[in-house]
């Protein structure tokens, strides 16, 4: 089975097993959460579902709106019944690294106003410990603090911060959707890693956003595997 298909099991059970009629739900933003939103939108037709559906991104919003869902935003529904994430890496019990996609700042937002976070990726994403296959952590960051902020941590806890590039996409460095830039620190853990402190640290440092260490906030994840099947974790 190809990782795009087992995305989109992994999705499609998450939505299945979670979503019922007048919902508030966080929508996620990277690759994955697609086929979830993909499946909301059937099931809004099939069962005449009514739900508000609240964006992580700028490419959240584009994926609400194409499938005909309808948008809503925190100021009008600050509490969340479900969001539906996806991961870059998520360990044994269900901390994640997110940010891959450079979202990490309203997902992170989102994800603290819901009631539940469910996580859905593919098999790859599953892990012992974070940092044991993805191995940096985004941090968004104020642009101007990106080099006192890269020295800080290095000097606290090792690695290599790298400051995110547009490549062939934009000339200089990636701009999230809130304006600012992320660094991707390239740090190796062990299963003994106190990631929570780690992220508590980092988070006082002055121009620090926020991480892409989701601790102690999902409440579950679904993982597609290669034979077809879904591997739950909660
Ligand atoms: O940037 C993010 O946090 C995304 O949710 C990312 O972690 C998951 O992206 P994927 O679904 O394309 O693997």
């Known amino acids: 089975m190809s990782l795009e298909m087992a995305k989109k099991i992994a999705a499609y059970k998450a939505v299945d097993d979670h979503i019922t009629d007048n919902l508030v739900v966080g929508i996620g933003s990277g690759s994955t959460i697609v086929y979830g939103v993909q499946r909301l939108a059937e099931r809004v037709i099939s069962e005449n579902l009514n739900l508000i559906c609240i964006p992580t991104s700028f490419q959240a919003k584009q ?33 994640c690294i997110k940010g891959g996609g450079g979202c990490l700042l309203q997902e992170k937002i989102v994800a603290s106003c819901a009631k539940t976070l469910i996580i859905v990726a593919d098999h790859t994403k599953n892990s012992e410990y974070l940092t044991e296959k993805y191995k940096k952590i985004p941090i968004e960051v104020t642009p101007i603090a990106y080099i006192p902020i890269k020295n800080r941590i290095e000097s606290l806890f090792g690695g290599d911060l790298k400051l995110r590039m547009g490549g062939s996409a934009k000339a200089g460095p990636i701009v999230t959707d809130n304006g600012n830039f992320i660094l991707d620190w390239f740090f190796d853990g062990s299963p003994t890693t106190d990631f929570d402190g780690i992220n508590r640290e980092i988070m006082m440092i002055p121009g ?26 909660e």
């Open 63 to 95: 994926l609400i709106l194409d499938n005909g869902l309808i948008l809503g935003e925190l100021d009008r529904n600050p509490t969340i019944d479900v969001a539906i994430d996806g991961a870059d890496e998520c360990d044994v019990e269900l901390n």
């Open 208 to 233: 620090v956003v926020d991480t892409g260490l989701f601790i102690g906030m999902a409440k579950k994840a679904y993982f597609g595997m290669p034979d077809g099947s879904v591997i739950e974790k």
